[in-house]
């Protein structure tokens, strides 16, 4: 097992349905093996020393899917943080929320809350989800806020923008991981990777394996990040 040769590893898990598709299963059933592999994942990044894990697991634009998909991803994200929330604090994770708040139902607001609230004080990790998130929505919603605020003109510069964001203090991602062999980040973190590195899995997310993170980690090091300089 290696180092994690960075600190914030963000995550845009894709191809649970297609996964499910070769295999001639339901959508919900691939939803719940990339769940099952997301725990694997998170545990392997804590063993590497990754400080932060962000993952894109609902956008702004999931609501298009059928009601009965979208229901069971509702479902799935309120029990993940409800019956997992014990391994978090037992492991020291920290959780963020990332994403509107607005359109997401009572239980599922709760369970956010709860989690968040519960785990605020961990320290070893944290453990970012982007839930009914878009980047072009966190953007805008960063405006509003500076309209809202009234700052005059002169004011608005990158950092009054940044102190707007859902996570603030987020640190930058390193690298950007998207899985299925797609090769964009459809917003994912819009804002916050402009000088992240990229990473174009051919694994569908499923089966993205604890190999596959150290080829990506690999591949990383090997990187020169120059920052636009």
């Known amino acids: 097992m290696q180092t994690s040769p960075l600190d914030h590893l963000a995550i845009i898990m894709d191809g649970n349905r297609r996964w499910a598709a070769e295999r001639g299963q339901l959508s919900m059933q691939g939803h719940q093996a990339g769940y099952e592999r997301l725990k694997e994942v998170g545990d392997l990044c804590l063993a590497r020393g990754i400080k932060v894990l962000t993952v894109f697991a609902f956008s702004?634009?999931?609501?298009?899917?059928?009601?009965?998909?979208v229901g069971f991803l509702m479902d799935l994200l309120e029990r993940a943080?409800?019956?997992?929330?014990?391994?978090?604090?037992?492991?020291?994770?920290?959780?963020?929320?990332?994403?509107?708040?607005?359109?997401?139902?009572?239980?599922?607001?709760?369970?956010?809350?709860?989690?968040?609230?519960?785990?605020?004080?961990?320290?070893?990790?944290?453990?970012?989800?982007?839930?009914?998130?878009?980047?072009?929505?966190e953007i805008v919603d960063a405006c509003r806020a500076i309209v809202k605020d009234g700052l005059p003109v002169d004011d608005v510069t990158e950092e009054a923008l940044t102190a707007r964001m859902y996570w603030p203090e987020m640190p930058v991602p390193d690298l950007v991981i998207r899985t299925s062999g797609e090769e964009r980040t459809s917003g994912f973190l819009a804002w916050e990777s402009a000088y992240s590195e990229l990473y174009w899995s051919e694994k569908k997310w499923p089966d993205f394996d604890e190999q596959e993170l150290d080829r990506a980690l690999e591949e990383f090091a090997t990187r020169k990040r120059r920052f636009g300089k």
């Open 60 to 69: 702004t634009e999931n609501w298009k899917r059928t009601e009965e998909e």
């Open 81 to 137: 943080l409800t019956e997992e929330l014990n391994n978090f604090n037992g492991k020291g994770v920290r959780l963020k929320i990332l994403g509107r708040r607005e359109g997401l139902r009572p239980s599922v607001l709760h369970a956010i809350e709860t989690a968040e609230e519960t785990t605020k004080n961990n320290e070893r990790a944290t453990f970012a989800i982007c839930i009914n998130y878009g980047g072009r929505t």
